[in-house]
């Protein structure tokens, strides 16, 4: 069946450093790749998507980017700070259904 | 605008026993969506209500089923629990299928003992 793919399961970066979670989907017909953030006892939230007719996107120290032709895309965070520390949580969606990635724990260290 | 509200958030049941959670979607989403969460194994899908019709529905047993009210209000109960199903549920809501954003709740930490 159609599944995501989400590297690392976990990742541990020094505080100010970036860090890169990298995930591959195997559905053509995605289209939209939200990302999300879970902090301990909370569920899941929104920080950034993208549209499949769209190759990079950036929000302040977020930034995502997708390659359609190889069906990667990947989270980028730089400046990393304590409070980045959380799972995330990639997504891929057609026009019927989002499938999760199975998260990636990012520790900061200070 | 409020977010979505799922109750009650904490539950202890004994293996054999049934449970309902409720989840209350942002208003004006129609679309809401059930994921069983556990250590390791990230968001596994269970279904999906879209204006009272399941839509999608993952690779869960019978045992695990839901509806959706006319005023988007949804229920999932579980029957015969089992200690497995030892779980955080979560609800999000959208207001549609697919390619839109999808608000979680706080989700239900559901324990068998």
């Known amino acids: 069946g159609e599944n995501v793919e989400q590297h690392p399961s976990t990742l541990s970066v020094q505080e100010g450093d970036s860090a890169v979670i990298k995930c591959t989907y195997s559905d053509s017909a995605s289209n939209y790749f939200p990302w999300y953030k879970q902090e301990l006892g909370k569920g899941p939230q929104l920080i950034i998507d993208?549209?499949?007719?769209?190759g990079e996107k950036k929000d302040q120290r977020i930034a995502v980017t997708l390659n359609k032709t190889a069906k990667h895309f990947s989270l980028h965070i730089t400046e990393t700070q304590p409070e980045d520390s959380a799972v995330y949580f990639c997504?891929?969606?057609?026009?019927?259904?989002?499938?999760f990635g199975k998260g990636t724990r990012l520790h900061i260290l200070p | 605008k409020a977010g979505v509200t799922q109750t009650p958030r904490y539950l202890i049941k004994t293996r054999g026993q049934q449970v309902t959670l409720s989840c209350s979607p942002i208003s004006g989403h129609r679309s809401v969506s059930w994921y069983q969460q556990t250590p390791g194994q990230g968001l596994q899908f269970l279904f999906e209500y879209f204006s009272e019709t399941q839509r999608n529905k993952g690779n869960f047993p019978g045992r695990f089923s839901g509806r959706q009210f006319s005023n988007s209000r949804s229920e999932m109960n579980v029957s015969t629990l089992e200690l497995g199903d030892s779980a955080l549920y979560l609800c999000?809501?959208?207001?549609?299928?697919?390619?839109?954003?999808?608000?979680f709740g706080q989700g239900t930490r559901l324990t068998v003992v």
């Open positions: 997504a891929a969606s057609t026009d019927d259904k989002i499938i």
């Open positions: 999000a809501s959208s207001p549609q299928t697919g390619r839109a954003e999808a608000f």
């Open positions: 993208i549209r499949s007719n769209v």
